[in-house]
């Protein structure tokens, strides 16, 4: 039984990257066809490095993210920051391979160098991700209600979060053990959600004047307002469970479209500028840390264990 599900799990993984291939070709192709790249030639080499500062910055939010969400976890040295730096650019670098290959690093990291067992790790991947999920619906749903981008618009975001993480206590707590009994743990936490909530904000932050830079590039002309929804689609799509690539780029271009009066082949330039403003911080620099220091790290637990 274990092994029909592990090849029904394999064949799903080979048909969402294939899948992910297939949207990034046709967002590829859409950007092709507008012909025009002119403004990729004259693009200010001071913006493009703005694009690329503010990728470095949202990781070094994530890697931030998973040492506050593991506070309530006491003290645990192999989890701080100056760790989880590396970790982060390595697992984000390995998550453009098929089958989330960042992800499943970030597990065995934790369950072979980390010492921990399989619970606390899917609970504080769970939590990482819930994070995610509860600012990024946030800023969607305070942008729904005062569409103007405003200060108003901040205050009820402000509001709808203590909300939202109320009811997400309220909804783990009454869920078996387990895996939420560490979950438990660090949802009710006040400082430690404090500190995630802040983090979460500054990475969907440094999403938003990402697309807003690149929006300025191409002569795009994206409101604050659009630029968080654009955002929060970024994210969402960031999380899909098949790998990264093709996915990210195929909702940017399908919301910027779905926003109106921008031209079809802009609005795929625009989503693959963003992705490779991304993959250029994080590909060299976490493939370079995946060969120089996650990999010597787990030979290194292996041959203790031997």
């Not at 290194?300 to 264990?305: F, I, W």
């Amino acid at each position: 039984m274990n092994s029909l599900l592990s090849s029904r799990s394999w064949i799903w993984q080979v048909l969402g990257f294939g899948l992910g291939v297939w949207l990034f070709w046709t967002v590829l192709q859409g950007a092709l066809q507008a012909g025009d790249f002119s403004a990729f030639r004259e693009a200010d080499p001071m913006l493009l490095g703005l694009m690329f500062l503010l990728s470095l910055a949202s990781s070094l939010c994530n890697a931030a993210l998973f040492t506050s969400v593991s506070r309530p976890l006491g003290h645990q040295p192999s989890l701080s920051l100056r760790r989880m730096v590396p970790l982060n650019f390595s697992c984000g670098a390995l998550n453009y391979a098929p089958f989330r290959l960042g992800t499943l690093a970030r597990a065995g990291w934790h369950v072979r160098v980390d010492g921990m067992n399989a619970s606390r790790v899917s609970a504080l991947m769970a939590m990482a991700g819930g994070w995610y999920l509860l600012v990024g619906l946030v800023a969607f749903g305070a942008l729904w209600l005062r569409p103007s981008a405003d200060w108003g618009t901040l205050i009820i975001g402000l509001l709808l979060l203590p909300v939202g993480w109320a009811l997400g206590r309220m909804g783990i707590a009454k869920l078996p053990g387990g895996l939420f009994r560490e979950a438990r743990l660090m949802l009710n936490n006040t400082r430690a959600s404090l500190e995630c909530a802040g983090l979460r904000i500054l990475d969907m932050l440094c999403f938003t004047a990402r697309l807003l830079v690149g929006a300025q590039i191409l002569g795009i002309e994206l409101s604050l307002g659009e630029g968080v929804l654009l955002a929060v689609v970024a994210t969402f799509a960031s999380l899909v469970p098949f790998g990264r690539l093709g996915f990210r780029e195929a909702g940017v271009a399908g919301a910027a479209g779905a926003i109106g009066g921008i031209d079809p082949g802009l609005r795929d330039q625009l989503s693959l500028l963003d992705s490779a403003a991304e993959a250029a911080a994080y590909v060299p620099l976490g493939l370079a840390l995946s060969v120089l220091w996650l990999r010597p790290h787990f030979k290194q637990v292996q041959s203790k264990t031997c």
